[in-house]
């Protein structure tokens, strides 16, 4: 520990300026605390300047592309020239700022804070100590509170020959000046879809290759299969139940090599991939090991979620946010928590009315591919192992009205699964071209457990394409 002449007092320390991290240090600021703001990299976190918002300007400039091959059949006929150097630009120049987190930076100093640039962690309950990036030292400690916010980074697997070549992980490929001709995408989860999606729509040959055998396969089976199927129309080639054995890089080119599929030995035999570049999106770290837990005594076997309580405290003032936390790595979750922990240190020093604690039962998520896939709550499968009595409603979104109306691009569905004890919902999906729009009533229900029966009585606008919720309500079996 920090020697009482090298400690700076301080009110609040947050160690890592994320979404949630800067949103708390920010709002404790405004209110005249004493903050600092702890960040090694970019201040605003992984979603503004490598994942959310920059693969989301690549998804929309690809969804406008696949719009104008939709025309034929429902408006005349058009020629469209994607032209990826549009997105590219757009993500550095208006989004991400060359990936230069100045203003917002600015926007947080200006509340009062204090922007110190490095790498923290604990040296006390609540004490952090920051290897400066200028080579110094410096150590606060908090009168009220430390939030940690360490996030997550790309999650790269030991494979042989990986390490060393100029593969991508989200960071890389949304800083892409151009559209790879040819792109092996590693992993079958929401940045692995959306990534692959949006660049075959400018013309790059992908091809996927999937350690299970299915994509997202933390959604409804459905999901994944309306997702393999519309990848099929669009030329995306997904390989399934491969592991990769081994990588190489030579002349401009990626070669991987694949285990047999299933992985089993003696069965079909072993696949080469070859393409110009390779895409690593096999999910996620925590970065939680690197904060120093147990200099403020606390215990932890480095791999769950590490216990807290309502007001997501590890400790007395020391809380523990965004992705580390165990609630899902969405950015709303880490807003979500930076609100609960803001309204819990404000209520204590100044007598605020607390905000409330964690509630985790409704936590909404959406991959925007095209279709748009939004999920909320418990799966049917995740459902039934809890021990719920479990009723499960679907219906084809393109047997509805809008969906007949919308035509081409309409692929998509409603499921929702019904608790039938409680008669409520517990969990829905919601997949189709608005799918993350319509999943906001579905949310709505599952976080206020609106009975069943109520949603049966409402009036549901025509012709909407969340007026097929109700026909999944009717197919509840």
Same mark, same amino acid.
Not at 461 to 477: G, M
């Given at each position: 520990?920090?020697?009482?002449?090298?400690?700076?007092?301080?009110?609040?320390?947050?160690?890592?300026?994320?979404?949630?991290?800067?949103?708390?240090?920010?709002?404790?600021?405004?209110?005249?605390?004493?903050?600092?703001?702890?960040?090694?990299?970019?201040?605003?976190?992984?979603?503004?300047?490598?994942?959310?918002?920059?693969?989301? +300007?690549?998804?929309?400039?690809? !969804?406008?592309?696949?719009?104008?091959?939709?025309?034929?059949?429902?408006?005349?006929?058009?020629?469209?020239?994607?032209?990826?150097?549009?997105?590219?630009?757009?993500?550095?120049?208006?989004?991400?700022?060359?990936?230069?987190?100045? *203003?917002?930076?600015?926007?947080?100093?200006?509340?009062?804070?204090?922007?110190?640039?490095?790498?923290?962690?604990?040296?006390?309950?609540?004490?952090?100590?920051? @290897?400066?990036?200028?080579?110094?030292?410096?150590?606060?400690? *908090?009168?009220?509170?430390?939030?940690?916010?360490?996030?997550?980074?790309?999650?790269?697997?030991?494979?042989?020959? %990986?390490?060393?070549?100029?593969?991508?992980?989200?960071?890389?490929?949304?800083? &892409?000046?151009?559209?790879?001709?040819? =792109?092996?995408?590693?992993?079958?989860?929401?940045?692995?879809?959306?990534?692959?999606?949006?660049?075959?729509?400018?013309?790059?040959?992908?091809?996927?290759?999937?350690?299970? $055998?299915?994509?997202?396969?933390?959604?409804? $089976?459905?999901?994944?299969?309306?997702?393999?199927?519309?990848?099929?129309?669009?030329?995306?080639?997904?390989?399934? !139940?491969?592991?990769?054995?081994?990588?190489?890089?030579?002349?401009?080119?990626?070669?991987?090599?694949?285990?047999?599929?299933?992985?089993?030995?003696?069965?079909?035999?072993?696949?080469?991939?070859?393409?110009?570049?390779?895409?690593?999106?096999?999910?996620?770290?925590?970065?939680?090991?690197?904060?120093? %837990?147990?200099?403020?005594?606390?215990?932890?076997?480095?791999?769950?979620? $590490?216990? =807290? @309580?309502?007001?997501?405290? %590890?400790?007395?003032?020391?809380?523990?946010?965004?992705?580390?936390?165990?609630?899902?790595?969405f950015t709303h979750m880490s807003?979500?928590?930076?609100?609960?922990?803001?309204?819990?240190?404000?209520?204590?020093?100044?007598?605020?009315?607390?905000?409330?604690?964690?509630?985790?039962?409704?936590?909404?998520?959406?991959?925007?591919?095209?279709?748009?896939?939004?999920?909320?709550?418990?799966?049917?499968?995740?459902?039934?192992?809890?021990?719920?009595?479990?009723?499960?409603?679907?219906? @084809?979104?393109a047997d509805s009205t809008r969906?007949?109306?919308?035509?081409?691009? !309409?692929?998509?569905? +409603?499921?929702?699964?019904?608790?039938?004890?409680?008669?409520? %919902?517990?969990?829905?999906?919601? *997949?189709?071209?608005?799918?993350?729009?319509?999943?906001?009533?579905? &949310?709505?229900?599952?976080?206020?457990?609106?009975?069943?029966?109520?949603?049966k009585t409402m009036v549901y606008?025509?012709?909407?394409?969340?007026?097929?919720?109700?026909?999944?309500?009717?197919?509840?079996?």
């Open positions: 520990m920090a020697t009482a002449s090298e400690v700076e007092n301080v009110d609040v320390v947050v160690l890592g300026m994320g979404p949630g991290g800067e949103s708390a240090a920010g709002e404790l600021a405004a209110a005249g605390l004493a903050v600092v703001g702890v960040e090694a990299r970019l201040v605003g976190g992984e979603c503004p300047y490598y994942g959310c918002i920059p693969s989301k +300007i690549m998804i929309r400039a690809g !969804n406008a592309v696949a719009e104008a091959h939709r025309v034929p059949g429902l408006a005349g006929t058009v020629q469209a020239h994607p032209d990826f150097s549009q997105v590219a630009r757009r993500i550095r120049d208006e989004a991400t700022d060359n990936w230069n987190d100045a *203003a917002a930076a600015k926007r947080f100093t200006g509340k009062g804070g204090v922007l110190v640039r490095g790498t923290g962690r604990l040296s006390g309950p609540r004490e952090v100590t920051v @290897d400066l990036h200028d080579g110094g030292r410096r150590t606060f400690r *908090a009168r009220l509170a430390v939030v940690l916010n360490p996030g997550t980074n790309p999650a790269v697997p030991d494979v042989p020959g %990986l390490a060393g070549t100029p593969f991508w992980t989200n960071r890389e490929a949304v800083q &892409a000046a151009d559209a790879p001709a040819s =792109l092996i995408v590693w992993g079958g989860g929401a940045v692995a879809v959306e990534l692959a999606q949006a660049f075959t729509r400018f013309g790059t040959k992908v091809t996927m290759v999937l350690r299970g $055998p299915r994509l997202l396969s933390r959604e409804e $089976p459905e999901a994944g299969q309306l997702l393999a199927k519309v990848f099929r129309e669009e030329g995306i080639k997904v390989l399934r !139940n491969r592991d990769v054995t081994a990588v190489s890089h030579k002349d401009g080119k990626f070669s991987l090599e694949l285990s047999p599929a299933g992985g089993r030995s003696g069965g079909s035999r072993s696949t080469r991939l070859t393409a110009g570049q390779l895409l690593v999106a096999t999910g996620r770290t925590q970065a939680l090991a690197g904060v120093g %837990l147990s200099e403020a005594g606390i215990v932890w076997d480095g791999k769950a979620a $590490p216990e =807290l @309580d309502d007001h997501l405290q %590890l400790a007395d003032g020391l809380y523990l946010i965004g992705d580390a936390a165990g609630a899902g790595a807003m979500h928590h930076g609100n609960i922990v803001t309204g819990h240190i404000l209520a204590r020093h100044n007598g605020q009315p607390d905000r409330g604690g964690a509630d985790n039962h409704a936590v909404p998520h959406v991959t925007f591919t095209d279709p748009e896939i939004g999920g909320v709550g418990l799966t049917e499968q995740q459902a039934r192992e809890a021990g719920l009595e479990v009723r499960v409603g679907f219906t @084809d979104l969906g007949w109306i919308h035509k081409s691009g !309409n692929q998509g569905f +409603i499921k929702v699964v019904q608790d039938a004890s409680s008669g409520v %919902l517990v969990g829905a999906t919601s *997949a189709g071209p608005m799918g993350g729009e319509v999943l906001s009533m579905l &949310a709505l229900a599952v976080h206020a457990r609106i009975p069943v029966a109520t949603l606008a025509y012709p909407t394409f969340h007026r097929a919720v109700p026909e999944a309500l009717k197919d509840l079996a």
